[in-house]
Structures are given as structure tokens and as C-alpha cells.
């Protein structure tokens, strides 16, 4: 394929030379899918930084990871909404929330080796890039939203289906990592009648790795600072603080 070919309205694919479609060719198979045009995957893997430090005229995979987003949520909502008539939607937001969540798509990009394959800068390359939950996260969006036009919603719909009922199931047998902000603001909400307020009280490490000190107030009792390596991990981290403390008092 020609450097910067355009696939119809989707943007610039990447080059694919012999060695990258054999590196394509592969992962197709881990996945168990193929791709009538490789050109719109080998776009699906094209990362921001990729693009920017490109010499050809690329485009990145954002569009197609907005695409994906909306074909995830919807297949998602259907599978809920058909094959669990006995919740309400309270339950199909929690559930859903935690199998569309960056958790456990890049858990299904581990899974799939999507890091192998992913196109990014030689910046993003030295920072740690192809280890970045929200990297792979939305990634793996963006090659639903690939799957999506290239085989259409039937086809998209049972590759998503096959990685992410999995993940449901999980969630339906409580062994799930627990969504705690969800959980305190619920709790709050139920017992005071208020909301959880947080605030970021501190950043320590370099500016590419950052750890972020985040500490939660219910009412007038604080509870952390707790520390994750971005500003919702704090968050989630000091929310279940605040939940096991007040939920066990």
C-alpha cells in the first residue's frame, strides 16, 4: 500500500509494507478476525504520536476510536438489556460501566497482544507508551470501530461480544475490581443526602510519570491522601478508603 493512501472518508492508513502486513496478517489470527481492507486495522493501530513524528501524511486513530466507543456501548446495552430482563437499568449502568471501562479493554488488549502492534512515537516509545492503559483502552476501541466498517455491525457485534461477555460474567459473579467512586457516591448520596468531594492535595515524580495525591471529603471528614498513577486512579484509591471506613462504621 502506498505511503498515506486514503481509505474512502476514514484517513490516511499508515504504509503497509511486506513486513508490516505479515506483523497484521498475525494478529488477525491471535484475534480471530480478518479485514477486507488491512490498510483501515493497520489506521486503527496508528497512535497520535505516530502520526505526528510520521514523514508521510498519516492520520491517528481517534475518529475511529469514536466510532468504536458508540458500537461498544450500544453492543453492550443490547447483550444487557436482552439476556438479563430481571435488572433494572441502575445494574445495567454499573455493569456496564465496568466492562467498557479502560480497565478491562486493556485488559482484553493484554490479552490479544494489541502492545505488539500499536504504531506510536519514538517519545511515547521511551515513556512507556505500549504499557499505558488508556493507550491500549483506546486502541482497542478504535479497532472495533475499524472492524465495524470494514465487516459490518453483525460481524463487529460478535467479536465484541466474544471479548467482552467474558468481562460481564465476571461482573455478574462479584469478582470484579470494584468501581469505588460509584460506590461511595452511592452510599453517600443514600445515608447524607450529599456528594463526595475530591481534590488532588499533591504530585510527586517526574512530569512523564507523575503520581497523583488525592484525598476525599464526605461531609467534613476527609479520608486519604491516597496515590495513583493518575488523577482517577487517586481518586478510586481514596474513595475506597472513604467506603470500607464508612460503610464498615
Known sequence: MPAGMKINSYGEAPPVSPERKRELLLFEKQASIHFKNIGLL?????HRSFANESHDSVDNNERLEFLGDSVLGLVVANWLFVNLPDLDEGDFSRIKSFVVSEDSLAEIAHSLR?????LIGKGEEFSGGRTKKALLADCMEAIFGAYFLDNGFKNATELIQ???VPQIRIVLADKHRKDYKTLLQEFVQK??????????VKKTGPEHDNTFWVEVQVQKKKFGPASGGNKKEGEQAAAKIA???LSQN
Open 42 to 46: 493497520n489506521l486503527a493501530f496508528s
Open 114 to 118: 494489541v502492545d505488539n502492534f500499536i
Open 162 to 164: 466474544r471479548l467482552l
Open 191 to 200: 445515608k447524607y443526602k450529599t456528594y463526595p468531594r475530591y481534590s488532588v
Open 243 to 245: 467506603f470500607e471506613t
